[in-house]
């Protein structure tokens, strides 16, 4: 028996459609970059999704990829690009139940996003049509770089630490040795230093702080940022923090079998001199 | 030993008197309504307690019956009318645990309700002199009426449909028919559709589905109000929704083995004519 | 291997050093403190850390003592003044994790605290220098006093008493007795009485009320301030409670093994005869 009220048909317009069984990953995607972008195009084509956008103030770039491999059913007859605006995706996911299944589709004329969540036994649907929008973009060229240090510790312990130092300071220098990385921030109230070392005994591997450095670097970063990209916690239990002299930080977030979110911010060029000078 | 210090004691005075041992029910009768009815009376008789109120707006009717067979005791010589306001009595009853026994006395003039709230050890006993106020009310009748539509459902999951779908507009269409219930919502952003599919297989008769119906039936109301009501839903994990055409929803929420607490709602005419509309 | 990351060395210079494993005790004696007292003096000398002084607006007064014998290591060369601003310090506690060992060190000259947190596998340290002040206090000598009535009971219940009466009235009445221990409040809503059972029957000892007394006694206080008290409960398990006629009341926090934190409030003297007089 076939239930007819729900408006989702995939008809022959359809050309985009993904279903993704572990849909709140997609929730915590959107999470996790709305509040630095907007609205944003989000690039589809027969090997998965694609975005990357500068946040609203232009200072830093974040970027996702979710592999067409990593969803359920995925299905792009021809590359098309959706305007999105991501407050008002979020408020639509905001309807989805942490363990719905989540199908998106597009048709032809790629006006509306239509999204449907599926609760586990079937017994609840909800189909949304989301306006699209068209938004101007230019694709940001990002260059591979070989990086100073190449750092790996847990995503938690990322977050805590970003939010601890931002009761102190505005800013943090972020210091990278053989034996660990140090953060640091200086306010009115005092300085702090939080060091963590390189470890392998973890009961988890995840668990573990990772350094592979070619040279010793030492950059600052506005605490604000950092810290708002510590909102892809939920989607990784670690996160790799790539550092290079002069260069943008890349603090990268892997979505398990699904693909990635990367977030990068370029340093503090004057204010780290200082810094350096007043540590050496 | 007797305890001289609670200033409770039931004199020849008192003529109404109520004990309830699982007390929190109380707490969470006045917390579903506090916000709809700020001052309400009730009237007590040998049969219980009932109110019966419209909202500050005099925009949907609100009704509670607690039958005094559901109490473990309970006496009232001559029926009486109590004026509260439920903002006061709320107050008063946070100060009551959880697990506390709830005892109510008025006594003949009737310008104080007295709570006495008993820990389940007795080593900690709390009374509470509330004061009343004369309130003016005509008792509304509400017509027994037959519904083209009643559902059920679980309560958890009508309080989840409400809010979700007040983020995507002000206005909810909610169709009936055989195979399911829809709930639609339409704003700026897009539009939203949640549909409940019939169930009987849920492992607890109180997880499913259920409708039986006269007739198709599709009305239109505002989510504030249907938002509201669902504040019930520590009360019980049902919910019966009773649908007919041009005629007031009513949203009813059974207390196990006390009584029920009854929402009324008036259908937007205007705009349930242009939805049709709009949907065929 | 040593790590020379750290910038905490212990060198001749150093004239005061506490090792605390159980650090987060000072995180909540902190924040114990902390909103009734901005500035104040910690006077350290080999037999501990203590510090006495007025709230800011002079009119309860808060003390605590850290015994040296309660530290896992404790050095203090010659005693000294430390001026902290308890905001900033609550801030920099913040930064240490809940099973943090907590190291405490100041040199000779004193401007600044040096603290270090580590973590429990010694993989995140943390090393935090807090900026000192001058603070002019003067101090206050608090006599030994022979109390009416003494009494503990458990700090949750102390807790939950006068936040519940917060809500009815902005002053309480207390009196003991015998059998109990009654707080009652009065305001616009109605009034409201808590009395306390002595009880010897609980299964832990901490969660009995207890209750010692010389003479009955009834006094009148501001429940602002009891209630600013009640943010030791974490530090403890159970509260005393000290009453005597027209004097302060104490109400006395042991932190196990490490010391304690009291808190002394003078009574209302004119509103107590009101109460006394409406009570008869």
Redesign the interface.
């Known amino acids: 028996?076939t239930?007819?009220?729900?408006?989702l048909s995939f008809t022959e317009d359809t050309m985009f459609e993904a279903r993704l069984i572990q849909g709140s990953l997609l929730k915590k995607l959107v999470d996790a970059i709305k509040e630095l972008c907007t609205e944003v195009n989000w690039d589809i084509s027969n090997s998965g999704i694609n975005m990357q956008s500068m946040d609203g103030s232009h200072v830093c770039l974040v970027a996702f990829n979710l592999r067409a491999d990593g969803f359920d059913h995925f299905r792009c007859d021809r590359p098309l690009t959706l305007g999105i605006?991501l407050g008002?995706l979020a408020?639509?996911l905001?309807?989805s139940?942490s363990n719905d299944i989540i199908t998106m589709k597009a048709d032809d004329n790629g006006d509306?996003l239509t999204l449907m969540f599926e609760s586990e036994?079937?017994?609840?649907?909800?189909?949304?049509?989301?306006?699209l929008m068209s938004i101007e973009s230019e694709h940001l060229g990002i260059p591979d770089q070989d990086y100073s240090a190449e750092t790996s510790m847990p995503s938690s312990?990322y977050q805590?630490i970003v939010r601890?130092?931002s009761?102190?300071g505005d800013t943090v220098n972020i210091s990278a040795?053989k034996?660990?990385i140090?953060f640091s921030a200086m306010g009115?109230?005092?300085?702090?230093?939080?060091?963590?070392?390189q470890?392998s005994s973890a009961d988890k591997e995840e668990e573990n702080?990772k350094i592979e450095m070619k040279e010793p670097v030492l950059l600052t970063f506005a605490l604000r940022y950092l810290n708002n990209f510590a909102k892809a916690t939920p989607l990784s239990s670690t996160v790799q923090v790539f550092l290079t002299k002069d260069l943008p930080v890349q603090v990268n977030y892997n979505i398990q079998d699904l693909g990635y979110v990367k977030y990068y911010l370029a340093p503090k060029i004057e204010e780290e001199d200082e810094a350096v000078a007043a540590d050496e």
């Open positions: 028996m239930m007819p009220m729900t408006s605006n008002n408020k639509i905001k309807c139940g509306t036994k079937q017994d609840r649907i909800t189909d949304v049509d989301l306006k312990e805590r601890d130092l009761s102190i040795t034996e660990g140090k009115d109230i005092g300085t702090a230093n939080i060091t963590l070392r470890t702080v």
